[in-house]
């Protein structure tokens, strides 16, 4: 099967992680759906793709919402084929401490990544069960061991490492596994956005962050890539209910 040309939805592919990982799928030889909130910056990545060899499609949905996510999946399905490979990577930060924290910074971190990847994954799993083969890969985070302002992500994140085991369960028999890959600092938008938010010049930001690292030096996206391309591929079928911390030691 290492041949066959299986067809990989990556979600928040428009920049950051996803971008990266969606280009590294596509260099795998995955044919490539990149989800965004809109289909024109999907597109960017899409041109990237398309630009190294690679195929790809550029998809605008909303993963929060139960309707878009179906016209998104039975479009991957129909332009592509049935997608065997999901990545949950759609993300939103809304940090505060708790007595700042709005129930709409609440709730609409829990929309995106939890109910995001839920009704992707509901959609998704049909396709990945009638061909008897599968890889759920989700984003979580070291946040989820706990982090400052960050109440709601934090709950997000360790929500999807339940979500992730409880998928591994009910799924493996059918040949499909799931697992989580929890990032810790990581060179993109949303990084910059905390250093703005904590009033920090970003390369400051991460040389003090770089500083409490084992490796010394903070990630890039493309080190999630290659650990989601792994989870992803054909020789990692008996690792299933995992979470990996990538985050240049054994947690942060
Ligand atoms: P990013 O640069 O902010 O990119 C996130 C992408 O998700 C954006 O393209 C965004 O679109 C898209 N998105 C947001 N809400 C969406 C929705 N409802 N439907 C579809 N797409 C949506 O983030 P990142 O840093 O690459 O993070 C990617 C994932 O890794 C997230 O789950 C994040 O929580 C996790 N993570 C990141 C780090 C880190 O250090 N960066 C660490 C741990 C975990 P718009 O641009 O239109 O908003």
């Not at 989800?35 to 990545?45: I, N, P």
């Not at 016209?71 to 930060?93: F, Q, S, T």
Request: net charge negative; hydrophobic share 45%; proline share 2%.
């Amino acid at each position: 099967m290492s041949e066959t040309r299986r067809v990989a939805i990556v979600t928040g592919g428009a920049r950051g992680i996803g971008a990266a990982t969606a280009r590294r799928l596509a260099a795998d030889g995955r044919a490539v759906a990149v989800v965004d909130l809109k289909e024109s910056d999907a597109q960017s990545t899409v041109d990237r793709i398309t630009a190294e060899g690679g195929t790809a499609l550029a998809v605008g949905a909303d993963v929060s919402d139960a309707e878009q996510v179906a016209a998104a999946v039975a479009l991957v399905a129909e332009r592509l084929g049935p997608p065997a490979i999901l990545v949950n990577n759609a993300g939103v930060i809304r940090d505060n401490l708790l007595f700042k924290m709005s129930e709409d910074d609440w709730d609409t971190v829990m929309q995106v990544h939890l109910r995001g990847s839920f009704l992707m994954t509901r959609a998704v799993q049909e396709h990945m069960t009638s061909q008897g083969w599968g890889r759920i890969v989700s984003l979580s985070s070291t946040s989820a061991l706990g982090n400052r302002g960050q109440a709601n992500y934090a709950t997000a994140k360790a929500g999807l490492q339940g979500f992730t085991k409880t998928l591994a369960i009910e799924l493996g028999k059918f040949g499909v596994t799931a697992n989580a890959v929890a990032p810790g600092f990581i060179e993109t938008d949303m990084t910059r956005a905390t250093a703005e938010r904590v009033g920090m010049d970003f390369e400051e930001f991460k040389a003090a962050a770089a500083a409490q690292i084992p490796v010394r030096r903070t990630g890039r996206p493309e080190d999630i890539a290659a650990t989601v391309s792994f989870l992803a591929g054909e020789e990692s079928g008996f690792v299933s209910g995992q979470v990996i911390y990538v985050a240049g030691g054994p947690r942060d």
